[in-house]
């Protein structure tokens, strides 16, 4: 079993739809990093969080430190937001390794 | 601000031929550098990570080898090719002081080994 994993593996949605990618990790970490991977295989990093919630205009990440599970929500979903989000943790007492999930491709349809 | 650059963009290499990729990192000093590897269907990997001029950690043992001469530079390299050695390579940098370890990904470079 993988120490992180994302769900769903793809995500189809319309256009304004309300989009939630799920992440959920097994061992202990002291950061949950999400990350967007654009078609042309850049990889922009969204959010870094260790507790609570952050937000950043239609995107919102939240972390479950007791549940070991975070989620990243999109709302008003538009056709530019279609992109791979992948997840990564850093293992506690890391300084520098992250452990990625295999990410979750979205698509939104106009 | 900082900015990370990699190059080339993508490369079509035959089985056997050495490679050279560098990564060049902007408007930071002595940061951690990463090179990690994305095969078709898999996670990120990480492959080497250095923190500072000729220091350099390998996470996974294979055909590639990884230096640091320059303090914003970080060359992957290998003698020889191999077809499994195709995939997605990126770069990265961190901060190395306080808490946040953030890591900030170069634009990639596409490697196909035929």
């Known amino acids: 079993k993988n120490e992180v994993e994302q769900s769903p593996q793809n995500l189809t949605a319309q256009e304004g739809e309300f989009i939630t990618i799920n992440c959920s990790y097994s061992?202990?970490?002291?950061?949950l990093h999400w990350l967007q991977q654009h078609p042309g295989g850049g990889i922009v990093s969204l959010f870094m969080l260790s507790s609570g919630k952050k937000k950043h205009g239609r995107l919102i990440a939240t972390i479950n430190i007791q549940e070991k599970h975070s989620s990243l929500h999109i709302t008003a979903s538009h056709p530019r937001d279609s992109a791979v989000y992948i997840c990564?943790?850093?293992?506690?007492?890391?300084?520098?390794?992250?452990?990625f999930g295999k990410g979750t491709l979205l698509t939104v349809n106009p | 601000s900082q900015t990370i650059h990699q190059w080339p963009a993508t490369l079509v290499q035959p089985v056997g031929s050495p490679l050279s990729l560098e990564c060049t990192v902007e408007?930071?000093?002595?940061?951690?550098l990463y090179w990690y590897r994305q095969a078709a269907g898999r996670g990120l990997q990480l492959l080497f990570y250095?923190?500072?001029?000729?220091?350099i950690s390998s996470e996974v043992p294979q055909n590639l080898s990884a230096s640091r001469p320059q303090d914003r530079q970080f060359i992957l390299s290998s003698k020889k090719l191999l077809l499994s050695d195709s995939g997605f390579y990126l770069c990265?940098?961190?901060?190395?002081?306080?808490?946040?370890?953030?890591?900030?990904f170069g634009p990639g470079t596409r490697l196909t080994v035929l």
């Open positions: 250095s923190v500072g001029i000729g220091q």
């Open positions: 990564a943790v850093r293992r506690r007492g890391s300084n520098y390794k992250l452990t």
């Open positions: 408007g930071t000093s002595n940061p951690n």
């Open positions: 990265a940098w961190s901060i190395t002081s306080g808490r946040a370890r953030e890591q900030f």
């Open positions: 061992v202990g970490i002291s950061a």
